[in-house]
Each structure stands twice: as structure tokens, then as C-alpha cells.
């Protein structure tokens, strides 16, 4: 089976809505969190009948890098074999899949880890479109409870 640049197990991609994935810039050691569907379904009128078709659509999943634009810019401008491209899990459902991207958003700081540089550690710059990185709170969020 093709994964493109996916590293993952085996799976079929016909038994599943969509995964949560991280991408690895091996250069720096900065990371991405984010979600992609596998297919799309869209409804389309057949000629001569009332009702609407239910049509399955592969998505660009196996050549996806991300939505964050900063990420593409580095992919761009470096290589994307310099990139690590790995499916953390995947889900069922829509919810699901939302479930699980912030799940793994939050348990991994990615508003506010910094590496040993001082850089912070992911791309990701907010979390659903809801919390966004320094917008509201001090930057200095500790990851002890």
C-alpha cells in the first residue's frame, strides 16, 4: 500500500475517517501537530433522478504537509526528505479526530514548549483556532502541575 511520505503500521484507508500526524523537521527538531481526513464525500445530482449521489473522495493525504504556512515555508526551502512524516492514530469519526488532535496538542504543550535554544518547539501557533500562542496569558506556562 502507498503512504507517500507517511511513516504508519499498515492500515486501510477505506476503514477509517482520518489521523492525527506530527512533522518532524529533523534540521532544528521542531514539530507540527495536526489532523488530516482521508476522503471527502460530496453530493452530486445524477441526471434524471430527485435524489442526490453520495460520493467518496480520496483526499491529497499522501502528499499532505500540513496547513501551518511557516512549515511549508521550511519544507519549501530545505527539502521534505529532511522531514519526518509520522501518523500518531488513526480515528473512526470526525469527532474522533478532533478528539485526539487536541489531545495530543495540549499533553505536548505546543503553545509554549521551547527547546534548548529558546525557540519554541512546534509550529503550531494555536489549538483549534481558540487558544493561540501569547494571546492572553504569560508565555512562561510551566509544564509541572
Known amino acids: 500500500m502507498d503512504?507517500?511520505?507517511?511513516?504508519?503500521?499498515?492500515?486501510?484507508?477505506?476503514e477509517y475517517f482520518?489521523?492525527?500526524?506530527?512533522?518532524?523537521?529533523?534540521?532544528n527538531g521542531r514539530k507540527y501537530i495536526g489532523k488530516k481526513q482521508l476522503q471527502f464525500t460530496e453530493r452530486r445530482k445524477v441526471a434524471?433522478?430527485?435524489n442526490r449521489r453520495?460520493?467518496?473522495?480520496?483526499?491529497?493525504?499522501r502528499v499532505y504537509t500540513g496547513s501551518?504556512?511557516?512549515?511549508?515555508?521550511?519544507i519549501?526551502?530545505?527539502?521534505v526528505d529532511?522531514?519526518?512524516f509520522k501518523i500518531l492514530r488513526l480515528c473512526r469519526t470526525k469527532t474522533e479526530l478532533g478528539y485526539y488532535e487536541c489531545k495530543y496538542q495540549f499533553e505536548q504543550?505546543?503553545?509554549?514548549?521551547?527547546?534548548?535554544?529558546?525557540?519554541y518547539a512546534f509550529y503550531n501557533s494555536n489549538i483549534m483556532n481558540r487558544w493561540f500562542r501569547g494571546k492572553g496569558w504569560s508565555d512562561d506556562v510551566g509544564d509541572d502541575i
Open 3 to 14: 503512504y507517500g511520505h507517511w511513516l504508519c503500521e499498515e492500515f486501510d484507508p477505506d
Open 18 to 27: 482520518g489521523f492525527v500526524y506530527v512533522i518532524i523537521d529533523t534540521t
Open 48 to 50: 434524471g433522478r430527485k
Open 54 to 61: 453520495v460520493i467518496r473522495k480520496d483526499s491529497d493525504w
Open 68 to 74: 501551518n504556512k511557516e512549515l511549508n515555508e521550511q
Open 76 to 79: 519549501s526551502e530545505k527539502a
Open 82 to 84: 529532511l522531514f519526518e
Open 109 to 119: 504543550n505546543v503553545l509554549h514548549r521551547r527547546l534548548d535554544s529558546g525557540e
